[in-house]
């Protein structure tokens, strides 16, 4: 590719837009604008202290959830069918197309993993083997959807600010028969990509970063970067060195790497404000269809919604929502400050 890991390294003083490669879209950048005046919104940043099993959470061990049925005594992780599903299998079908009017079916099943029987844990204060378990559980359920599902989302919401409805660490699974947007909009960049130049759109964008202003770890098998396109203050994705399409098909070594991967970007985020990180996380993994699926690299995108201390979080409305996304702080400052915060 004879891409040199300094490109872009230079600081862009003024205000730019830059261009997606992912997903086809501009982010607005505009630097030094932090500095303005604030007024607005403080959220609250007190963590409070977590009872290690409360009787009152629906995830805990041996409680009685929202549809009468009782959580087992799990140890590691434990997934459950959603009891308030947004997919469900059996619809009646949907096929409406009248003018500019269109709809169709989406079938789909929605899960729920608990990360672990212990209320008071997060991913990153887990221990190795217990986010292990972690891993292996989204690729085993990743792998069993997409026998009969499309587009396998797995994700989890971190933190009130996030609308996580339950400080229990948790995550939920999504499987649909349909693409979804974001999926479309990189499948299409993915494929065009190596089409044209016969290698692996993320692969080649790591080896880019790797070592550059905007990484923010790395180990052998994972790179952890601010997307030079990052909408999101201190948006991260999580990169894998060689192309791996789904986390089914991440080799043990690479699963053992992502665990500390994963520990030590938390471990990063926690530091960074002195506070328990909320965000929005999940993993990108190639459609479950017989079309191509070589082109697809595995990733993982961070999306915590902080700007600028514990209490101030980043709104997307006006421009970002009626022109297009817009930041202040720049991609490279956002990764140097989480490199500081490690
Ligand atoms: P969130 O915290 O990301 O909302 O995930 C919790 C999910 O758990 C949510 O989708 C489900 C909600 O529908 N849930 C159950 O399935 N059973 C319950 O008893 C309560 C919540
Ligand atoms: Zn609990």
């Known amino acids: ?34 500095s303005r005046p604030w007024l607005g919104a403080e959220e609250s940043s007190a963590d409070s202290d977590l009872l290690t099993h409360d009787p009152d959470c629906y995830l805990c061990p041996g409680s009685n959830r929202a549809n009468g049925q009782v959580n087992p005594d799990y140890e590691g992780t434990f997934v459950f069918d959603n009891d308030f599903p947004a997919l469900v299998k059996g619809t009646s079908p949907v096929n409406v197309k009248e003018g500019l009017i269109s709809a169709e079916s989406q079938l789909g099943r929605c899960r729920v993993v608990c990360f672990s029987p212990r209320h008071d844990l997060t991913l990153g204060n887990m221990s190795d083997d217990a986010v292990r378990q972690v891993v292996d559980t989204w690729a085993d359920e990743s792998a069993r959807l997409g026998a009969e599902f499309t587009w396998v989302q797995v994700f989890e919401n971190r933190g009130e600010m996030m609308g996580a409805s339950n400080p229990h660490p948790h995550g939920q699974i999504w499987a649909g028969s349909a693409l979804p947007v974001e999926a479309t909009k990189e499948n299409e960049t993915q494929l065009a990509y190596h089409d044209s130049e016969g290698s692996h759109l993320l692969i080649d964008y790591g080896a880019q970063e790797s070592g550059g202003p905007r990484e923010v770890l790395s180990n052998a098998n994972w790179l952890v970067v601010v997307p030079f396109w990052a909408t999101w203050p201190f948006e991260t994705m999580v990169l894998p060195r060689t192309p791996v399409h789904d986390l089914a098909s991440a080799p043990d070594e690479s699963r053992d790497d992502l665990v500390t991967t994963l520990k030590d970007l938390l471990g990063i985020y926690d530091n ?13 993994q190639a459609p479950y269809w017989d079309l191509p699926r070589e082109h697809w690299v595995l990733h993982g995108h961070f999306y915590p919604p902080l700007l600028r201390s514990a209490g101030v979080r980043k709104f997307m409305v006006g421009y970002e929502l009626l022109a297009e996304p817009q930041r202040d702080i720049t991609p490279e400052e956002a990764a140097e400050r989480l490199r500081s915060a490690g």
């Open 1 to 34: 590719m004879g891409l040199s890991p300094g490109v872009t390294s230079e600081v862009i003083p003024g205000p730019h837009r830059r261009y997606n490669a992912l997903t086809d879209e501009w982010v607005l950048v505009s630097p030094g604008r932090t």
């Open 272 to 284: 960074l404000f002195r506070r328990s990180f909320p965000y929005s996380m999940g993993w990108h």
